[in-house]
């Protein structure tokens, strides 16, 4: 069982940055099967980033340029570096890993950013 702890949100303006992390409780052997997704109020929960199976990073559309995947593995712990904020940002984040199938979820941590 693997718990997962986010933190860093908060509120922002538009523009700004944060930075997520995401600690986990064990040690991530599978580590390309990290990533973050987000929920916006009345939305699906969304793909933001994670590994591709070449090790590089893959980020949606709506993030590309302006956030930043990262990870430390002697930490156990994954980065979401967010720069030039929109308030389409806006949005609960998890951190989830998701070794051979099976789903461990963050409890999310909320981002708001304001116009």
């Known amino acids: 069982q693997v718990q997962l702890q986010e933190s860093g949100g908060g509120l922002v303006q538009a523009g700004g940055s944060l930075r997520l992390s995401c600690a986990a409780s064990a040690t991530i052997f599978r580590r390309l099967d990290w990533g973050w997704y987000r929920q916006a109020p009345g939305k699906q929960r969304d793909l933001v980033a994670t590994f591709g199976s070449d090790g590089n990073p893959i980020y949606s559309e709506a993030v590309k340029g302006r956030f930043a995947i990262s990870r430390d593995n002697n930490k156990n712990t994954l980065y979401l570096q967010m720069n030039s904020l929109k308030p389409e940002d806006t949005a609960v984040y998890y951190c989830?890993?998701?070794?051979?199938?099976?789903?461990?979820w963050g409890k999310g941590i909320l981002v708001t950013v304001s116009a």
């Open positions: 989830n890993y998701r070794p051979f199938g099976v789903q461990y």
